[in-house]
């Protein structure tokens, strides 16, 4: 059972996307509540400062792997590494992901509509194909996937959209598939953010004028907290005005 103080103690998560934006704060939050994080990003210097900011704040480190999420290789040795080493996996928060070019459908170059479906949807189909026999070693496993409300379709927004509706998709599916055992998958829409996707997609908008990817932290701790069963669509928005994530269930 967890604590209040560490309600992940002796978890073990693992994070894409933890350079930076939502994957970093969700990191060091999962870290602060007792999370060993594996952290995994293409950027070896932001997932140094993630580690000097969670070794700071918790006097341990994490474990760093670098790597680009279009190398399906990676993800399943990452996976191999994991069960040598710990045997299994109780989080998995799949943060990483790619905007893509903003522009019509027919404009769009192959080569670029195929890097978007890498990384936004081949990706996370490995990681469930890699990680799902780690995750279900777990007592309470807790697997996250972020969403948009973009993913209905939007002009301009094919690629991104078309990837993000598949991944909706794909998860469904897929908690459906889990329903038996302790596993558990959400889709988390956090809506408007000040990241750096969000600069690249209105870059007219003033950033102080959204919330801090800091602010998603504690929602990801009650999503991955086993004694908590999490729903299986949350909105950040919404979460923000409630109690907690039972009041959405």
Do not use: C
């Not at 459906?176 to 990241?195: F, H, I």
């Amino acid at each position: 059972m967890s604590t209040d103080l560490s309600p992940l103690a002796g978890r073990l998560a693992l994070v894409t996307g933890a350079s930076r934006g939502i994957g970093y704060a969700s990191a060091l939050a999962l870290a602060k509540a007792g999370a060993h994080v594996i952290a995994t990003a293409r950027t070896q210097g932001g997932l140094e400062e993630l580690d000097d900011e969670i070794f700071q704040a918790t006097g341990e480190h994490a474990t760093l792997a670098p790597f680009d999420l279009v190398d399906g290789g990676a993800i399943d040795r990452l996976g191999g590494a994991i069960f040598e080493r710990w045997g299994k996996l109780d989080i998995l928060l799949h943060a990483g992901g790619m905007l893509g070019p903003l522009t019509p459908m027919s404009h769009l170059e192959p080569r670029e509509f195929d890097k978007v479906l890498a990384v936004n949807l081949k990706a996370p189909y490995r990681m469930i194909r890699s990680y799902e026999p780690l995750l279900l070693k777990s007592d309470a496993a807790r697997a996250i996937f972020f969403t948009t409300s973009v993913a209905a379709g939007r002009a301009f927004w094919g690629p991104y959209a078309t990837t993000k509706n598949g991944l909706e998709a794909m998860v469904r599916s897929w908690a459906d598939e889990m329903e038996s055992n302790a596993l558990r998958a959400t889709l988390v829409n956090p809506g408007k953010m000040r990241t750096r996707m969000r600069q690249q997609a209105y870059p007219g908008e003033d950033p102080e004028t959204l919330p801090e990817p800091a602010e998603i932290g504690p929602l990801m701790v009650e999503l991955a907290n086993p004694d908590l069963s999490p729903p299986l669509e949350v909105d950040f928005q919404e979460w923000r005005q409630g109690p907690s994530v039972a009041a959405l269930i």
